[in-house]
């Protein structure tokens, strides 16, 4: 099986969906319009887990992150605080200037979403559980490093195409601070969605 879709393939699923068949009709572009302009850790995580809550979770709080820090495991993260983390209002999510990586990672480990490691500049790396999750990670990858998009992880000092990086990880993504999609933004995000084959964002949209 493969692990990722060529770009021939990301493009004749982006056909489809433009067609209406794989996402939410056009009456919804309000919500789309909210989606794109959502912090893009959180949208890739949606992309790469398929679950609605890792776009929307609250950020962790310091008790928490010292806490999982001790730990090695998601598993017992979740034994720890269950799905007590909630979701942050729609409105709040727009004006995130003050998002941190490590915050997110740690709300997403507390949902059982995410195995994680324990690393000495970041915190936590994020691994993934499933081939799905694999197979989905290299098909956003594949697609950001085809399209030359920019992308500035956190602790670099400036943005650069994707396709640049050598031996880019799931971690990494879910580590950006920001990228530049132009003014394509909705095509992209579009595109990323029926190429991954995700429904998290049916659950944002309906």
Do not use: C
């Not at 068949?21 to 959502?38: C, F, H, N």
């Not at 959180?42 to 979770?57: M, Q, S």
């Amino acid at each position: 099986m493969k692990n990722e879709l060529t770009r021939r393939e990301v493009m004749s699923y982006a056909a489809v969906s433009a067609a209406g068949l794989l996402l939410p009709a056009a009456s919804e572009a309000g919500m789309w319009s909210w989606i794109i302009r959502l912090q893009p850790t959180r949208l890739l995580a949606g992309l790469i887990f398929d679950i609605g809550k890792a776009v929307v979770v609250e950020l962790a709080s310091e008790a928490i992150i010292k806490s999982l820090s001790r730990q090695h495991y998601s598993y017992s993260a979740v034994a720890d605080f269950g799905y007590s983390i909630g979701e942050s209002r729609r409105s709040e999510l727009l004006n995130e200037r003050n998002f941190k990586p490590v915050p997110y990672k740690a709300s997403v480990i507390t949902l059982g979403i995410a195995d994680y490691e324990l690393h000495p500049q970041r915190t936590f790396k994020m691994q993934l559980n499933s081939e799905e999750e694999k197979r989905r990670f290299q098909t956003v990858l594949r697609y950001l490093q085809d399209e030359r998009i920019k992308i500035k992880i956190a602790g670099m000092g400036y943005a650069k195409p994707a396709n640049e990086f050598g031996g880019l990880e799931p971690d990494d993504l879910l580590t950006l601070e920001r990228w530049h999609l132009e003014g394509n933004q909705e095509s992209h995000v579009k595109e990323l969605i029926a190429a991954t084959g995700v429904s998290a964002f049916d659950e944002l949209t309906a």
